[in-house]
């Protein structure tokens, strides 16, 4: 596996996927359940992200010494671990694949390039406040992109608008600040970011 460093958080790992389907295959060979899975991937992209995920996922668990015994979605399509009380996200961008795990409360992780795409979808994630606020820098607009996504799949709820919802309160090139109102409820969240290459990462701390 070609790990990147992240000195920020041990429980983070980002990897670079160069290795083949089967090759990623073989690291999760001793589960019958992966080909059932698999089954239902067509693209062959997306088996490749579906596959790195797992192995990543258990890479983390055999670090906190926590059984993996495979990821299935809830109701929300948040991510969890089969038969454990932990908590994991996971994001995906070109060919790198980040997970964060935590035994205790529900994380949150994104990964983003700095790509010029984000200045032309910039009003669907911001509000018209933030956008003012931003002025369609590519360096802050990445980061607030992955703030409010690594806040959204921390609540893990469906139905939660990035744009209208989570709300950054304050943000630097290092972290973030956010609150989001959803159900009657008030959710309160730092990101924390971390940067390599022409990529982002942001997650909640």
Known sequence: MALVSCNIDDNILIWKIEESEEILISYLKEYAWIHDFLSYISHPEKRIEYLASRVLVKHLCEKNNTK??????????????VG?????????????????????QSVGIDIQAKEEKLTQVASKFLSTQEISFFNFDLNMLCRAWCAKEATYKMI??????????IKIVDIDINTACLESYFENQKYSCKVIFYTFDNYVVGFTA
């Open 68 to 81: 993996f015994d495979g990821i299935f979605k809830d109701e929300h399509h948040k991510p969890y671990l």
């Open 84 to 104: 454990q009380n932990a908590h994991i996200s996971i994001s995906h961008s070109s060919k790198y694949c980040v997970a964060i795990f935590n035994k205790n």
């Open 156 to 165: 893990g709820k469906k139905g939660v608008s990035l744009k209208n919802q």
